[in-house]
């Protein structure tokens, strides 16, 4: 029996819903530079995950969701929670402690193309149409203009824009195994915060194998923007962004991917009194149009029913692909 169309929400409802998934997940990239700076970088974003795990977890019970799930489904959730929370977030987070925000805000937004290519290989890939291919071409050209050395280098360490491409080719092998009919299988709320809990349980031990524990110390603008981050970026926006996805086009939801980063950019201006100088404008302003272009690709080569382009970059952490979290990029 098919499942009946939910009934149409108001405007209202619709534009708040939108206002919080761009504001709150357009922020998340100042909020985790000012965090990382105040707190080491793998026990900041463990504590984030593992708090926002428990929350989430906790309103699923709350729904009438059953905690405890099949045996099947652990692994997918172990595999999601390395993949998206773990790895990706975990160099996503750290990249911040010497990346400016809207650079890694900008960056993030080739996430979008990184699903686009992968997806196209193997002998069950999505074709690339020429729409496509202009869009990874475009992406290409603007990530080399964001990271053409000026003044000799950059400011920031090679490290960690190395980082920030790796946090984004991990995300989407994430979302790709997402894909998967034993992870679109997981429920909604429940699945989410197990990967949360499960992968902030990892960066926790990670921050404590690398000696993390040994600099930690108590700062009110860390304590603050962990709590923002686990409330209203992981769970808040992420149950918001849920409520959109059956009741917006497709299109519509892909929106985030490129509305967040321009929010990133002003939040970095207004909040960190960063700069972006002329070449790196045209850079980010290249990737921007390089995923409107990645996202229709996506959308009009599919067949059937599929689960939706994840949101925002891992280094938002929270977009969503079927009915798992996908990260700070996405929840």
Not at 122 to 151: D, Y
Not at 254 to 266: E, T
Not at 309 to 329: C, N, Q, R, W
Request: hydrophobic share 50%; proline share 8%.
């Amino acid at each position: 029996m098919a499942t009946p169309d939910p009934p149409s929400p108001s405007r209202g409802r619709l534009v708040l819903a939108f206002a919080v998934a761009y504001l709150i997940w357009g922020t998340t990239y100042a909020a985790i530079r000012i965090g990382v700076l105040a707190w080491p970088p793998f026990l900041f974003v463990g504590l984030r995950f593992t708090l926002a795990g428990i929350v989430l977890l906790g309103f699923a019970r709350l729904r009438g969701e059953r905690l405890l799930l099949p045996r099947a489904s652990w692994p997918p959730i172990l595999i999601l929670a390395v993949l998206l929370i773990a790895v990706s977030n975990g160099l996503a987070s750290w990249s911040e402690v010497s990346v400016p925000s809207d650079e890694t805000a900008l960056l993030g937004a080739t996430t979008a193309l990184w699903i686009t290519g992968l997806g196209a290989l193997g002998p069950h890939g999505t074709r690339l149409k020429r729409r496509g291919i202009v869009a990874l071409l475009l992406g290409l050209v603007g990530s080399v203009l964001l990271l053409a050395p000026r003044n000799g280098w950059h400011a920031a360490p090679l490290a960690g824009y190395v980082a920030i491409m790796l946090s984004n080719l991990t995300w989407a092998a994430g979302v790709l195994y997402g894909r998967r009919p034993r992870a679109t299988a997981l429920p909604l709320l429940t699945g989410a915060g197990w990967q949360m809990l499960m992968g902030g349980a990892l960066l926790l031990v990670a921050g404590w194998a690398l000696g993390e524990n040994h600099t930690f110390s108590w700062s009110l603008p860390g304590f603050l923007t962990m709590l923002y981050l686990a409330l209203a970026a992981s769970t808040l926006t992420y149950t918001a962004y849920l409520w959109l996805v059956p009741r917006v086009s497709p299109l519509a939801l892909g929106s985030v991917n490129y509305i967040n980063p321009l929010v990133a950019v002003v939040c970095g201006w207004w909040l960190l009194g960063e700069r972006l100088d002329g070449l790196e404008i045209v850079g980010g302003a290249v990737v921007l149009l390089s995923v409107v272009l990645a996202i229709p690709n996506q959308r009009k080569s599919r067949q059937g029913p599929q689960p939706p382009t994840p949101g925002p970059s891992p280094l938002t952490g929270e977009a969503v692909l079927g009915t798992s979290i996908l990260g700070e990029g996405g929840p």
